[in-house]
């Protein structure tokens, strides 16, 4: 357990419905990430918050996700309209910083257990 | 559990063997790489890290080898365990954003007591 929590685990759904997934990072942690994986892949990067700012965004957030941090905390990702594409786990990962490297400051990334989103 | 592991390569060892896992990376200027496990199921968990400047960082059990010239990059276990049976990325994080993560293709390791 790493300390990043995620709810729900697993969520079953049929297309065009919206879904809203919720992380809690380390209580510490400034920056959250959220990141897809689908099977036999590697996560790939959606959206980044430094406290409650989102700084970065993937083209792989399309107009139909949304994430937010109101309040530095926990954070919720939104995806509305699903698509069978859609269809991933869902990972949460929280850091704090841990050093740099060359002129790049590092922040060690901690991930969740992940959703897991099924679209029908 | 969900398997993470579908099409990936697969690399099957027996106890206590020593097993090497590598990664191809694609920027020459990331500054920092990771190695993560992921079981079935789970979200990645750190191994051990090493930055651009060094080619060599040991940690328990595991080595992790960077080769800027060919960027490539290699996790060694020692005495590999049946506990070590997972999926393992490597990472890269480029000299540009946020810290974020570009994950590689992963590769099952599978031990056989």
């Known amino acids: 357990d790493t300390g990043v929590s995620q709810d729900p685990r697993h969520k079953i759904t049929k297309r065009g419905q919206n879904v809203t997934f919720r992380c809690d990072p380390i209580s510490e942690h400034n920056r959250l990430y959220w990141y897809r994986q689908t099977l036999g892949q590697g996560p790939e990067f959606l959206t980044y918050f430094q406290n409650e700012a989102q700084l970065e965004k993937s083209r792989l957030l399309s107009d139909r996700f949304s994430a937010e941090r109101p309040k530095g905390s926990f954070s919720t990702l939104e995806i509305q309209r699903t698509e069978q594409g859609d269809s991933a786990m869902y990972l949460c990962?929280?850091?704090?910083?841990?050093?740099?490297?060359?002129?790049?400051?590092?922040?060690?990334?901690?991930f969740g257990p992940g959703t897991r989103l099924t679209v029908t | 559990g969900e398997s993470v592991g579908l099409h990936l390569p697969t690399l099957s060892v027996q106890e206590g063997d020593n097993s090497i896992i590598n990664c191809a990376y694609s920027n020459s200027a990331s500054d920092y790489f990771i190695w993560y496990k992921q079981e079935s199921g789970k979200g990645p968990q750190f191994i051990i890290d090493i930055r651009s400047n060094m080619d060599k960082r040991q940690g328990q059990r595991v080595t992790v080898l960077l080769n800027k010239t060919v960027k490539h990059l290699s996790l060694q276990i020692a005495a590999t365990q049946p506990g070590d049976s997972a999926v393992y990325f490597c990472a890269e994080i480029p000299s540009s954003g946020y810290s974020t993560l570009t994950f590689g293709k992963g590769t099952m390791l599978l031990v056989s007591p």
């Open positions: 990962a929280s850091s704090g910083y841990t050093g740099t490297a060359g002129l790049q400051p590092i922040y060690e990334q901690y």
